[in-house]
T-cell receptor
Framework: KAGVTQTPRYLIKTRGQQVTLSCSPI?????VSWYQQTPGQGLQFLFE???????NKGNFPGRFSGRQFSNSRSEMNVSTLELGDSALYLC?????????????FGPGTRLTVT | GQQLNQSPQSMFIQEGEDVSMNCTSS?????WLWYKQDPGEGPVLLIA?????ELTSNGRLTAQFGITRKDSFLNISASIPSDVGIYFC????????????FGSGTKLNVKP
């Protein structure tokens, strides 16, 4: 079974621009979560989508948004980029049963804002 | 919000030594996951735990779900250079069962 895929792997943008990141979850997984990882702040939860609905949201400004499509693929958008948005953005897909709940990460998108 | 305290923050050990790290929380969790992350890559799921007292192994790695349900432990036996990386714990709280919380990571360095 293929793992979580994220595109692009690397991205360089200029302050003020916007960016869209894409994530394809593991086949059969309906939950997709997004995280921001920086050396100083560690893994910070952005939001989670399940069946095209945002189910959870972290403490990030409205410039960070996401969506999920009917095939469970998800996109994350950051508008009006700031230097502090430079980070590794990780997507994770989850699968839950009555007794288990596992979350698998993609390789990440490294975003550099100049 | 929930916080997971992971310790130690970093470790420098000799190849062949055993390693222990742990995560603690102030509230009850019903799932613990342990991950390893290599530089520039996403975390890889190592072990998942679902019951208090549960002990699960994955090769040289063994993790335990604490009896109080507020902590978890990861042990690596006979470390090798490829064990180098950052190890994260993640927990699913009993009362917020749709959102994982993460520890700050333990950076492991292994000297050959």
């Amino acid at each position: 079974k293929a793992g979580v895929t994220q595109t692009p792997r690397y991205l360089i943008k200029t302050r003020g621009q916007q960016v869209t990141l894409s994530c394809s979850p593991i086949s059969g997984h309906r939950s997709v979560s997004w995280y921001q990882q920086t050396p100083g702040q560690g893994l910070q939860f952005l939001f989670e989508y399940f069946s095209e609905t945002q189910r959870n949201k972290g403490n990030f400004p409205g410039r960070f948004s996401g969506r999920q499509f009917s095939n469970s693929r998800s996109e994350m958008n950051v508008s009006t980029l700031e230097l502090g948005d430079s980070a590794l953005y990780l997507c994770a897909s989850s699968f839950r049963t009555s007794s288990t709940y596992e979350q698998y990460f993609g390789p990440g998108t490294r975003l550099t804002v100049t | 919000g929930q916080q997971l305290n992971q310790s130690p923050q970093s470790m420098f050990i000799q190849e062949g030594e055993d390693v222990s790290m742990n995560c603690t929380s102030s509230s009850i969790f019903n799932t613990w996951l342990w991950y390893k992350q290599d530089p520039g890559e996403g975390p890889v799921l190592l072990i998942a735990l679902y019951k208090a007292g549960e002990l699960t192994s994955n090769g040289r790695l063994t993790a335990q779900f604490g009896i109080t349900r507020k902590d978890s432990f990861l042990n690596i036996s006979a470390s090798i250079p490829s064990d180098v990386g950052i190890y994260f714990c993640a927990g699913l709280p009993l009362l917020d069962f749709n959102k994982f919380y993460f520890g700050s990571g333990t950076k492991l360095n292994v000297k050959p």
